[in-house]
C-alpha cells in the first residue's frame, strides 16, 4: 500500500507562485510515476503534469511553460506553478501508478486559488 501526502496550496494572486510537494511512504518500490491532477468545479479532473521512473514527463497544454513537475527521488514529487492564472483554480491531487497491477494512489487533495 502507498500513502499521499501532500503540502502547498493556497491562495495567490494572478501571476504568483506556488510549490506543490508529495510524499510517498509504504510500498515506494511498487511506485512507477508520479504525477499531479486537478479538479475545478463543474469540471472532470485532469492531468496536470506527470513524471515516469524513466525521467519522462508530461504536461497539459494549459500549463506548459508555466509549471513544472520533478521528481527528486523515487518517492517524492513536486510541482513548481509560475504565473497562475484564475483558471488554475482547483483542487490538485497527487498520484502515484503501478503499471504491472494497473494501481493508481492519490494524496488527499490541495486546493489552489488563484486571485485575480
Known amino acids: 500500500q502507498v500513502v499521499l501526502v501532500e503540502s502547498g496550496g493556497g491562495l495567490v494572486q494572478a501571476g504568483g507562485s506556488l510549490r506543490l510537494s508529495c510524499a510517498a511512504s509504504?510500498?515506494?518500490?511498487?511506485?512507477?510515476?508520479m504525477g499531479w491532477y486537478r479538479q475545478a468545479p463543474g469540471k472532470q479532473r485532469e492531468l496536470v503534469a506527470s513524471v515516469g521512473n524513466g525521467g519522462i514527463t508530461n504536461y497539459a497544454d494549459s500549463v506548459k511553460g508555466r509549471f513544472t513537475i520533478s521528481r527528486d527521488n523515487k518517492n517524492t514529487v513536486s510541482l513548481q506553478m509560475n504565473s497562475l492564472k484564475p483558471e488554475d483554480t482547483a483542487v490538485y491531487y497527487c498520484n502515484a501508478w503501478n503499471d504491472w497491477y494497473s494501481r493508481d494512489y492519490w494524496g488527499q487533495g490541495t486546493q489552489v486559488t488563484v486571485s485575480s
Open positions: 509504504g510500498s515506494v518500490s511498487g511506485i512507477h510515476g
